[in-house]
């Protein structure tokens, strides 16, 4: 079967680092998505990850391990503006997204 | 039009009544879906459409209905609306290389 997850909610303060982490577990794969979502608006793409390692953009870093099934989001130098839940999302063999319920993160000054 | 767009906005409703959603995209985007977004819940995937002409049914089709009679327009139906439906729907699109995801606003539907 297909399954995804991810931590509910997180903490963190602001100027710090935080990392965001997803488990996925699917027997086709075709690349990783991590989305960010600010309460009441629509989710926005932050990184696409297909092949293992890190991925650098800016203050937002994404990693990824297809042996492990398991990929990171990681947030530099927090900002409140950070605060939002961020979505983890994997593609199956039929390029269909397969979502996990999101991580709210909550930025403390 | 820039982007994807989607209406109306917001919406109450009474159980019973047939409902249209419309969401239109000006990007040629090849791929167009339609997601229901729950508190608690990633998001899933209810209707999607490969190409214009073309529909497939997602992880929660029951009770909705999709048309793709061209590239830009996507509608999903809510024959006989239910209070389960109640729930935040986002319209997303995609162009036939990338595998990124371009959302429309969402409709947040309450039906009562």
Redesign the interface.
């Known amino acids: 079967g297909q399954n995804i997850d991810q931590p509910t909610e997180m903490t963190a303060t602001e100027g710090a680092i935080v990392q965001i982490n997803c488990t996925y577990q699917t027997s086709g794969f075709n690349g990783l998505f991590w989305y960010q979502q600010h309460a009441g608006e629509a989710p926005t793409f932050l990184s696409y990850n297909v092949l293992d390692g890190l991925e650098e953009k800016g203050r937002f870093s994404s990693f990824l391990s297809r042996s492990k099934g398991y990929s990171y989001l990681l947030l530099k130098e927090l900002q409140m503006k950070d605060s939002a839940s961020y979505l983890c999302a994997f593609m199956d063999s039929n390029y269909q997204l397969i979502w996990g319920a999101g991580t709210k993160l909550i930025i403390k000054p | 039009i820039a982007g994807i767009t989607q209406a109306p906005t917001s919406q109450i409703l009474a159980a019973g009544r047939r409902m249209t959603l419309r969401c239109t995209q000006d990007m040629r985007h090849n791929a167009m879906y339609w997601y229901r977004q729950d508190l608690?819940?990633?998001?899933?995937?209810i209707h999607?459409s490969n190409t214009a002409g073309t529909t497939g049914k997602?992880e929660v089709p029951d009770g909705y209905s999709v048309s793709r009679a061209n590239t830009d327009d996507f509608p999903l139906t809510l024959a006989s609306a239910v209070p389960s439906q109640t729930s935040v729907y986002?319209c997303a699109s995609r162009p036939r290389d990338?595998?990124?995801?371009?959302?429309?606003?969402?409709s947040r539907l309450t039906v009562l």
Do not use: K, Q, V
């Open positions: 608690g819940l990633g998001l899933r995937l999607y997602g986002f990338t595998g990124e995801l371009f959302f429309g606003e969402g």
